[in-house]
């Protein structure tokens, strides 16, 4: 018997949305025209108030479904025959969205190191004329983890009374200097890569790998390096760690750009909602939404004292935390305390 259901093949789409206008960025600078690569799932319902915006992490994509397969999908918390789930690729990213090895309109040739510095605003920004574009008044909810939760909530306080309810996990309203350190070492990594400077898709792929390996340091605890890295037998090298660091390494290296991490991290670094606000915590009391802000009591690099002072300086906050031992990335993991938590919170808030 063929117990599977036809929805995700008939309810999704992947696209890419053109805006031919210039985009004024934080910087001064401006990208004459941008493209988003996204996917929808679902469908908008005669009244449109169903909307989940998914903001996916430093180096997601729009594919909601497979990088949250435990949050997104049918019979999955965010349903796709229940909702209609955006996920957009970020700005600067270099899944299907305006990078630096897009064509420069004005030179005809990739940007590579001509391409401008973003900021967390300047992504919110482009989402929210993909908003415009597909017609969407407001959204039920913005949810993002990480960069994707600086974005999101640089968008909800944007959005003001457009959005409903804002979810935050493992972030913060501004990027702070431990972060700001983890991102220039990594930098400095793709940096001392002899290729960087070249205007070449794969300038600094080596020194990716190595930033990686740094950033994995930043992502995990050391309580999971303990069970999953741990030596069973007496050794001086030849380290599972050291093969595990670099394995991860080579694996983003292979998938993803130095020239767009270079940018994305630039934007996580400049992230600060108070900026020319009058501090994060007046920012903060100005965001119109319900929010709940998910801490992990593990996360090294976004404490979860960052992700409470969320919720406790805006005017409708919640906090819950995941208990875990993966650290940072265990926003991406656990599953079934996500859940849990979104449960909870919805049922508190009126579905
Ligand atoms: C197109 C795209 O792929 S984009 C979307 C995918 N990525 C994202 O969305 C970014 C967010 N996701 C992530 O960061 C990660 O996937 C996470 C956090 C969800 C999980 O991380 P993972 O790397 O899968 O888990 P983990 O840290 O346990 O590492 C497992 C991998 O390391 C390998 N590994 C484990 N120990 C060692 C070791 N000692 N030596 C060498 N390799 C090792 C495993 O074999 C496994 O390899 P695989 O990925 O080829 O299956
Ligand atoms: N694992 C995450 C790290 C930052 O949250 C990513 O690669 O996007």
């Known amino acids: 018997m063929n117990l599977q259901s036809p929805y995700l093949i008939t309810d999704m789409s992947q696209e890419v949305f053109h805006c031919e206008e210039e985009l004024q960025l934080d910087s001064g600078e401006s990208l004459p025209e941008f493209q988003l690569s996204y996917t929808t799932q679902g469908h ?205 390494g080579q694996k983003l290296a292979n998938r993803f750009n130095a020239l767009s991490y270079w940018v994305l991290t630039k934007a996580m670094d400049s992230h600060d909602l108070g900026r020319g606000r009058g501090g994060t915590a007046k920012a903060l009391s100005e965001i119109k939404s319900k929010v709940l802000s998910i801490g992990i009591n593990t996360d090294l690099l976004f404490t979860k004292e960052e992700s409470q002072f969320i919720s406790k300086n805006v005017p409708n906050g919640t906090y819950r935390e995941i208990s875990s031992i993966y650290g940072h990335d265990a926003f991406l993991v656990e599953n079934e305390q996500l859940n849990y938590i979104l449960k909870s919170f919805y049922l508190e808030n009126n579905g």
């Open 44 to 248: 908008l319902t005669a009244k449109k108030d169903n909307v989940i915006w998914v903001l996916h992490a430093l180096t997601g994509d729009a594919n909601a479904h497979e990088w949250w397969s435990g949050l997104v999908g049918e019979d999955k918390f965010f349903d796709p025959t229940k909702y209609f789930i955006v996920c957009a690729n970020l700005l600067g990213s270099c899944y299907g969205s305006t990078q630096p090895l897009s064509e420069n309109p004005k030179t005809g040739k990739p940007y590579y190191y001509d391409f401008p510095n973003l900021s967390t605003r300047d992504m919110a920004k482009a989402f929210d004329k993909l908003r415009e574009h597909l017609g969407i008044e407001k959204i039920d909810t913005v949810i993002g983890g990480s960069l994707g939760g600086q974005v999101a909530l640089e968008w909800s306080y944007s959005l003001q009374e457009k959005v409903k309810k804002t979810i935050i996990v493992a972030s913060n309203a501004k990027t702070s200097p431990w972060t700001i350190g983890f991102n220039e070492a990594q930098r400095m990594s793709i940096e001392s890569d002899s290729t960087w400077g070249q205007n070449s898709p794969d300038a600094g792929k080596k020194g990716l790998e190595a930033a990686r390996a740094i950033g994995m340091l930043s992502y995990r605890h050391q309580d999971i390096f303990e069970t999953s890295q741990k030596e069973t037998e007496e050794k001086t090298d030849h380290f599972k760690v050291s093969s595990y660091l670099r394995y991860q």
